[in-house]
């Protein structure tokens, strides 16, 4: 699937920012041990995250999906990223001074 070059330039920078505190490994999404993310990681956290959360497959569709919804984030991102414009770190979310989020702002 062909990237955006806004989505590429920050898929770069964060790739850079991860290589600096994660090594060389080359999966994009690493754990907090250095690992590439498991997909049963990644879905059980999903199905974790779907317990606090009112999301509803339409009618007839079964239990959502995280493969299903994988287009409407990429999406969402896309979008957040061309509003948020270019920044000087790889997160996708900043505080009010541009800088990465933290628990505190």
């Not at 690992?35 to 009618?59: D, E, I, W």
């Not at 770190?89 to 800088?99: I, S, T, W, Y």
């Amino acid at each position: 699937m062909p990237l955006h070059e806004t989505t590429a330039a920050a898929l770069a920078r964060y790739l850079e920012h991860r290589h600096a505190v994660g090594g060389a490994d080359d999966h994009i999404f690493i754990s907090t041990h250095g690992h590439a993310l498991t997909y049963a990681m990644v879905n059980g956290t999903f199905h974790f995250l779907l317990r606090f959360v009112t999301l509803r497959a339409p009618l007839g569709q079964g239990a959502p999906r995280i493969l299903t919804l994988w287009k409407a984030v990429a999406d969402s991102v896309r979008a957040w990223l061309a509003v948020r414009g270019d920044a000087p770190v790889p997160e996708l979310f900043l505080n009010a001074r541009g800088k990465e989020m933290t628990r505190a702002g």
